[in-house]
C-alpha cells in the first residue's frame, strides 16, 4: 500500500526539479544554490513532520527578494530579475508544509519557472522538460483529488497503475490536437519574449573590430555560433570566413567599407559545398570555409575581398548555401591598391622601427620578406593565452618585446603590423578556426570560443597568401575536434536532436506551411475517383468488411475482460428471463434473488468475489465463468412444463 500524501510530496519535488533545471544556468549564483539546498531542508523537514520557516520567516525571505530583484529591474534587463524571484519563491515553497494549497503553488511556480527558461533558449530538450512536468503535474493533481477526501488513504499498486494511466491519458489526447495546431499556427524563431531579454556582449565570438590591450582576460563561451552541414574535412581546411579588416586606427583594426577595385581571379581548389545554419545574433556577416565564392538563399552583397553581408529583410533563424573553394591563397591578376594596405599607425615605437629594418635589408621580394617575419615569429617563443593579458596603449609593442603572451588577436595584428611596416601589403580575417564534427547528422558545430583572427598578405604571382600567426605560438593547440569518448557522443546525440529541432519546428515558419497546403493542394487535384464497374461489389464488400472491422474494434477498444464478461453475462439474463439490463439500478444480489438460478448465482459469487475486493479476474475464473454463463437457464429448461 502506497500513501497518497507521500507519493504527491515526491512528485511536487521532481516536478520543482524539472522546473529549476533549465532555468538555472541563467540565475544568480546565490539563487542557484539556494534551490538545492532548499529542496534537500524540504526534504528533511517532511520527514522531520515540523516547518519553522512557515508564516513570518517565509514572508521576511519573500519580501526581501523581491526588494531586491525590483530594484534591479530596467528595461534594458527586465527577465533576469523576474526570473531569479521566480526561483526563489519556489524555494520557499519547498521548505514550507505540503498542504494542498502549498502543493498547488510549487506546480505554479515549477511550470512558470520553466516557461521563463524560453526567454533564453528554445531548444528541444524545452520540449522533453515540458512533456515531463505536464505528465508528472496531471498525475499530481488526479492524487490530490483522492488526498482531499481522505488525507490517510493508502492505494494498492494495481490502483496507483490505475490512477496513473487514467492522469496520463488526459495529456496523452492533446498530442493530435497538438499536431494539428503545429501544422498550421505561426511560431517564433527566437527565444520566446525575445524583446525582453536583451543579450549582452558575448566574452567571445565573432566581432567587428579587433581590439587587442582592451581587455586583461578573455572568458570561453561554448555556445553554438552556428551548424554547418559538408564533408569531414582536415583540420587546415576549417577556417570559416566572415570579415576583413583592411584598416588600422591606432591599435585598433576595423574594416573600412571602402569600394576595393581589385578584381580576384576564382582561386584554385576543391570545392565544397555547405548547408550553414548560424544561430540568430546582431552579426550580419555570413560564414563560409575560405575561401567562399557564392552563397544562396539569402538576400546576400558580396564584397571583391569575399566578404559576405546579409541584406535586411526581417528576423529569425536562416539557412544558407555556400559554395567554397578550400585554398590558401586568392589570386588578383590585376594587383591591388599598395598603398591601402600598407598604411600604418601614426606612431610606432623605436624598438618594432629597428626590429622592421631587419626584415628588408638588401631589397628583398614581397614573398621573401614574408618568410624573414615568419621565421622570426617563429622563433620567439610566444605563448598564447587567453588571461593575463596586456592591457596597454601599445599592445604590440607589449606583446613582442615585454609580455610576449596573448591570443589571436595580438597575433595576428602584430603580425599583419610588421608586415606593413616592411613594405608588404596585408590585412586580418575574421571569422572561426575549427569545428566539432558530428557523425550523427553529418554536419560541423562552431562554438564562440572558436572565433579567430588570421592574417592575408599580398605576394606578387600569388595574390592573397593566408598565415596564421597564432600556430606559431610554441604551446598553440591545432586540433580542431574533440576527442570521440563517449561522453563526446552523448553531447553529439543531444546536439544533433537540437540541430534537427531547429529544422523540423523553429524554422518551419510560414512559408513551409503554404508550400505544405500547396503540396496537399495538388495531391487532392491529382486523385482519380474512376471506378470500373466491374469492381463495384468487391468495393462494397471491401468497405462493409472494414465497417464491421471499425465497429467491433471500437465496440471491444476500452473494455476490460471484467467489463466483457458481466455484459455477456446480463445479455444471457435478459434472453432467458426476460429482465432488461439496467440491473445497476437494483444490484447483482438483488438480481440472484429474482431469478432463483444457481448458476446466477455462483456468477456472482465468483465475479463480486474479485471486483469487490478491487482485484482482477484470473484466466481460470475467466474460463470458469464463461462456462457459467453458458448454463443460465438450464435449471428452467428442466423443470416440469417448461420443456420446449
Given at each position: 500500500m502506497v500513501p497518497v500524501s507521500s507519493l504527491i510530496t515526491v512528485l511536487a519535488y521532481a516536478v520543482a526539479v524539472l522546473g529549476y533545471l533549465p532555468v538555472a544556468p541563467h540565475v544568480d549564483l546565490a539563487v542557484r544554490l539556494?534551490?538545492?539546498?532548499?529542496l534537500a531542508a524540504g526534504i528533511f523537514l517532511d520527514k522531520k513532520g515540523t516547518y519553522p520557516f512557515t508564516g513570518i520567516p517565509a514572508t521576511a525571505v519573500t519580501v526581501t527578494f523581491f526588494i531586491?530583484?525590483?530594484m534591479q529591474l530596467?528595461?534594458?534587463?527586465?527577465?533576469?530579475?523576474?526570473?531569479?524571484?521566480?526561483v526563489v519563491l519556489l524555494s520557499v515553497r519547498l521548505v514550507n508544509e505540503k498542504n494542498p494549497r502549498n502543493l498547488l503553488q510549487i506546480f505554479a511556480l515549477a511550470l512558470f519557472a520553466l516557461a521563463s527558461s524560453s526567454l533564453f533558449s528554445l531548444s528541444a530538450v524545452f520540449l522533453v522538460y515540458l512533456f515531463l512536468q505536464l505528465g508528472l503535474i496531471a498525475v499530481s493533481l488526479v492524487l490530490l483529488t483522492f488526498h482531499s477526501v481522505d488525507a490517510r488513504l493508502r492505494l494498492t499498486r494495481r490502483s496507483l497503475r490505475r490512477v496513473i494511466g487514467v492522469a496520463l491519458a488526459m495529456p496523452a489526447a492533446s498530442v493530435p490536437l497538438l499536431l494539428i495546431f503545429f501544422a498550421i499556427l505561426p511560431r517564433t524563431q527566437y527565444p520566446l519574449l525575445n524583446f525582453l531579454n536583451v543579450p549582452g556582449e558575448r566574452a567571445t565570438g565573432f566581432s567587428d573590430r579587433v581590439e587587442p590591450g582592451k581587455a586583461s582576460s578573455i572568458g570561453d563561451v561554448k555556445t553554438i555560433a552556428f551548424r554547418a552541414e559538408c564533408e569531414q574535412l582536415g583540420r587546415n581546411d576549417l577556417y570559416w570566413r566572415g570579415i576583413v579588416f583592411d584598416t588600422i586606427s591606432g591599435a585598433t583594426w576595423v574594416r573600412s567599407g571602402k569600394r576595393l577595385v581589385e578584381v580576384s581571379a576564382t582561386p584554385p581548389g576543391k570545392a565544397i559545398r555547405q548547408v550553414v545554419y548560424p544561430e540568430p545574433s546582431r552579426n550580419s556577416y555570413l560564414l563560409a570555409l575560405d575561401v567562399p565564392l557564392r552563397?544562396?538563399?539569402?538576400?546576400a552583397s558580396q564584397d571583391a575581398d569575399f566578404t559576405f553581408t546579409r541584406r535586411p529583410s526581417g528576423s529569425g533563424r536562416i539557412r544558407y548555401e555556400a559554395r567554397s573553394v578550400l585554398t590558401g591563397a586568392i589570386p588578383v591578376p590585376r594587383g591591388i591598391d599598395r598603398s591601402h594596405y600598407l598604411r600604418i599607425p601614426g606612431r610606432v615605437s623605436a624598438r618594432i622601427a629597428?626590429?622592421?629594418?631587419?626584415?628588408?635589408?638588401?631589397?628583398?621580394t614581397d614573398e621573401e620578406r614574408l618568410n624573414r617575419v615568419e621565421t622570426w615569429f617563429r622563433r620567439q617563443g610566444f605563448r598564447y593565452a587567453t588571461s593575463g593579458l596586456p592591457v596597454t596603449a601599445d599592445p604590440v609593442d607589449t606583446f613582442l618585446f615585454v609580455r610576449r603572451t596573448g591570443h589571436c588577436e595580438f597575433f595576428a595584428s602584430s603580425f599583419a603590423t610588421?608586415?606593413?611596416?616592411?613594405?608588404?601589403?596585408?590585412?586580418?580575417?575574421?571569422?572561426?578556426?575549427?569545428?566539432?564534427?558530428?557523425?550523427?547528422?553529418g554536419y560541423y558545430a562552431v562554438t564562440e570560443d572558436r572565433a579567430h583572427v588570421w592574417v592575408e598578405a599580398f605576394v606578387k604571382g600569388k595574390g592573397w597568401v593566408r598565415v596564421d600567426p597564432s600556430s606559431f605560438a610554441s604551446n598553440f593547440d591545432r586540433t580542431t575536434t574533440s576527442s570521440r569518448g563517449f561522453?563526446?557522443?552523448?553531447?553529439?546525440?543531444?546536439?544533433?536532436?537540437?540541430?534537427?529541432?531547429?529544422?523540423?519546428?523553429?524554422?518551419?515558419?510560414?512559408?513551409?506551411?503554404?508550400?505544405?497546403?500547396?503540396?496537399?493542394?495538388?495531391?487532392?487535384?491529382?486523385l482519380s475517383l474512376a471506378l470500373d464497374p466491374r469492381l463495384l461489389p468487391q468495393a462494397l464488400a471491401l468497405a462493409a468488411v472494414l465497417t464491421l472491422s471499425v465497429w467491433w474494434i471500437t465496440a471491444r477498444s476500452g473494455r476490460t475482460p471484467e467489463e466483457r464478461i458481466l455484459r455477456s453475462f446480463l445479455a444471457r439474463v435478459e434472453k432467458v428471463y426476460g429482465i432488461p439490463r439496467n440491473h445497476r439500478s437494483r444490484g447483482l444480489h438483488e438480481l440472484v434473488h429474482m431469478v432463483d438460478d444457481s448458476a446466477v448465482a455462483i456468477f456472482v459469487d465468483i465475479w463480486g468475489g474479485a471486483i469487490y475486493r478491487d482485484r482482477r479476474l484470473s484466466r481460470e475464473e475467466c474460463r470458469q465463468?464463461?462456462?457459467?454463463?453458458?448454463t443460465i437457464g438450464d435449471v428452467r429448461r428442466k423443470e416440469p412444463g417448461k420443456q420446449g
Open positions: 539556494a534551490f538545492p539546498l532548499a531586491v530583484y525590483f530596467s528595461m534594458a534587463n527586465p527577465a533576469a530579475p523576474v526570473v531569479n524571484f521566480l552563397i544562396d538563399g539569402v538576400r629597428a626590429l622592421t629594418g631587419e626584415f628588408t635589408v638588401g631589397n628583398p610588421l608586415l606593413r611596416l616592411a613594405g608588404v601589403p596585408a590585412r586580418l580575417v575574421g571569422g572561426y578556426y575549427g569545428g566539432d564534427y558530428n557523425d550523427v547528422g561522453a563526446t557522443k552523448i553531447t553529439a546525440l543531444l546536439d544533433s536532436l537540437t540541430w534537427y529541432w531547429n529544422q523540423a519546428v523553429i524554422t518551419y515558419d510560414l512559408q513551409k506551411q503554404v508550400d505544405f497546403i500547396r503540396r496537399a493542394n495538388r495531391q487532392f487535384k491529382g465463468l464463461k462456462q457459467i454463463i453458458n
